[in-house]
């Protein structure tokens, strides 16, 4: 990465604009021709350091909704397949192995409560979870995903 | 499929990321930009952002930590660049923990000193270190995540 690169990284990872060529807008506001832009952005998403432009939800979002972090202790040979049936869940935003005796992490954001049940139902019964937490969320007080590039 | 429910997946990093995005839900992309800008007024988007790879990056030491605070001494953890994520949650009897951070460190001894803070400062926490990241499509085009 040059230095072109690293200052279009701390942009977008900041903001991404909407609008009909959100390219254009970048190029205005950083100062770098749009070609060059296009082809840094979509350089830097085929080496993999960026995966996909996702929304920052505003505070509407989250008092309308419930979210709960749930740690799971899951026999290490079904982690993987558990974790096939939670990505079908459009309500799971993050899965993460562990190193503890709750070894599998998610989150679950929904604006319905039953949702939530009935996955509890349906999900955390079964029989390769041998227990379970669900943490459910009071008060957000940072979410700020922007990894420093020096 | 709900607006927000698809925007919830991401959008695919493409020349045309909007009109891409229009053109798999069967829409104009200017009626997608003139949705999407609805929600932003409502406060239910604030805007968008691109989703890095913390890996490729370079943050290799990521863990959640639990703590337990009575009174939070909260400035520590908004201050601190190597966290994203900072919530307050309801405890339960088995797991006595109600504050939540998610650390991203370059080297183990990034984390290590962030433990010896709350050490300091008196802090119940317990690390939990990441080891695979299970989320989504994307483990089958960058299997080097883990």
Known sequence: ?150 | MDIIERLRKGIAITEDPFGDLAKEIGISKESLIREIRYYMENGVIDGFRVLADQNKLGYRVNALVAMKMDDCECNMFLENPNISHFYRRKEEKNFPYNYFAMVHCRDDDCLKKFSEELKKRNIPHVIMRTLKDLKGEKRNVHSSDA
């Open chain 1, 1 to 150: 990465m040059d230095e072109i690169d690293k200052k279009i990284l701390r942009k977008i990872q900041e903001s991404f604009p909407v609008s009909p060529d959100p390219y254009l807008d970048l190029s205005m506001e950083l100062h770098i021709d749009r070609d060059i832009i296009v082809k840094k952005i979509l350089n830097l998403s085929e080496m993999g350091y960026i995966k996909r432009i996702v929304p920052r939800f505003g505070n509407k979002f989250y008092s309308n909704s419930i979210g709960a972090l749930i740690g799971a202790s899951v026999e290490e040979d079904s982690i993987e397949s558990l974790a096939e049936i939670l990505n079908r869940y459009g309500e799971i935003t993050h899965i993460y192995m562990r190193d503890n005796e709750y070894n599998l992490w998610f989150t679950f954001v929904t604006v319905d409560e039953n949702k939530l049940k009935r996955f509890k139902d349906e999900i955390l019964t079964r029989r390769e979870i041998k227990k379970y937490v669900i943490l459910m969320s009071e008060m957000r007080y940072k979410l700020n995903v922007n990894f420093g590039v020096d």
